[in-house]
């Protein structure tokens, strides 16, 4: 289980040191495997936006850019980033900041320099060139209310500091940051912050039919329809960010809410396109033969020792575990089926394996 400092601190906050919070998970049983900065040290990386883009007069891949960096100037910086535009905010290496260290190991100072011709007074850059990420694609776009001239690791937390735990078997609880948070409290009196969660009222009397025919597979098995959504939204980047540091790519903002979810609270849901739903839900044990193609891409074949959700004409999930394709959200849904189910734990373990994979849902 990784998890960023901050995230837990949010629910429960005891006037310890990181390290001496880290001993004291430890010393209760959840071991601290690993404790490391969320990036790599960099400095005199502010918030920056481009005023002004335009060709380079001697280069067909650069731009020349006037970026407002805070700094009582304009800037002129010469960049090959694709994404270069007017009106967007990245961060920008002032002359003289170092960027995190390379191959060889050395900081890379930020020199004021010539790139083809043309001065540069710093550099735009990248999540990879802050060691936030692999993406090398194109500049990291920030927010578009990030200060301008405001320090990038002050704004991005990047000095929080990330947690992996090991758990035991018999800590299964503590598989989410506020299951950790509770343990926390437990251990230094610290008052434990639950946020209220207000019952959302429903706007439709829309049900979709469900059926639980193995009481020994399902303890209970919940869901809601919601009509409207809009898939192409984009998932706000503090979700993106918490999400990252507990080892989760950003997917999109369905996928990306659910696993906030699990990550937070430690439920795992799934989130079924309504409309490739053939009638209702049957919650059963498979049948031998019976095949599924997962979000994975494997299609796997299943028996009566694994659980899954059918409808009336095929198997579309492996129950607790992973959905299956042909149910899945695209960016042409608007409607969608919300499942939220309790599972036996005798029920789900060792199903995983197998098939030779692990879900964090699982």
């Known amino acids: 289980m990784q998890f960023p400092e901050s995230w837990l601190r949010a629910f429960c906050n005891p006037p310890l040191s990181s390290e001496a919070l880290a001993d004291t998970l430890t010393m209760g049983g959840f071991e601290v495997e690993e404790r490391r900065p969320a990036a790599p040290p960099f400095t005199k990386i502010v918030v920056g936006e481009i005023k002004e883009a335009v060709q380079h007069p001697n280069a067909d891949r650069l731009r020349v850019c006037q970026v407002d960096a805070g700094q009582g100037a304009i800037l002129n910086i010469v960049c090959g980033a694709p994404n270069a535009r007017v009106g967007i905010k990245v961060p920008c290496a002032l002359v003289g900041a170092e960027l995190p260290p390379g191959a060889d190991g050395k900081p890379f100072k930020i020199k004021l320099g010539k790139l083809r011709g043309v001065e540069s007074q710093g550099m735009l850059c990248s999540a990879r060139e802050l060691g936030l990420s692999d993406d090398h694609g194109g500049l990291l776009e920030l927010t578009g209310d990030a200060p301008v001239g405001a320090d990038v690791r002050d704004l991005l937390q990047l000095d929080d500091v990330l947690i992996t735990i090991k758990l035991t078997p018999n800590l299964a609880h503590g598989l989410s940051v506020y299951g950790i948070a ?181």
């Open 182 to 362: 509770r343990e926390l409290s437990a251990l230094t009196g610290a008052p434990l912050q639950t946020p209220a969660i207000e019952p959302v009222q429903p706007q439709l009397d829309d049900k979709l039919p469900v059926r639980v025919e193995a009481a020994d597979l399902c303890g209970r098995f919940s869901g809601r329809i919601v009509r409207g959504v809009n898939t192409r939204a984009a998932t706000p980047a503090w979700m993106v960010d918490r999400l990252a540091r507990c080892g989760q790519r950003s997917v999109s903002p369905l996928v990306d809410i659910s696993n906030y979810v699990m990550f937070e609270y430690g439920s795992p849901s799934h989130i079924f396109d309504l409309d490739k739903i053939h009638g209702g839900l049957t919650v059963r044990w498979g049948r031998a033969g019976e095949q599924l193609k997962l979000l994975n891409g494997n299609t796997v074949t299943v028996d009566e020792q694994v659980g899954v959700i059918a409808d009336e004409r095929e198997v579309e999930s492996l129950a607790g575990i992973m959905g299956g394709d042909a149910t899945a959200v695209s960016d042409d849904t608007s409607s969608i089926y919300i499942e939220a189910a309790f599972w036996w734990p005798a029920a789900i373990q060792g199903r995983s394996r197998r098939f030779n994979f692990s879900t964090d849902a699982g």
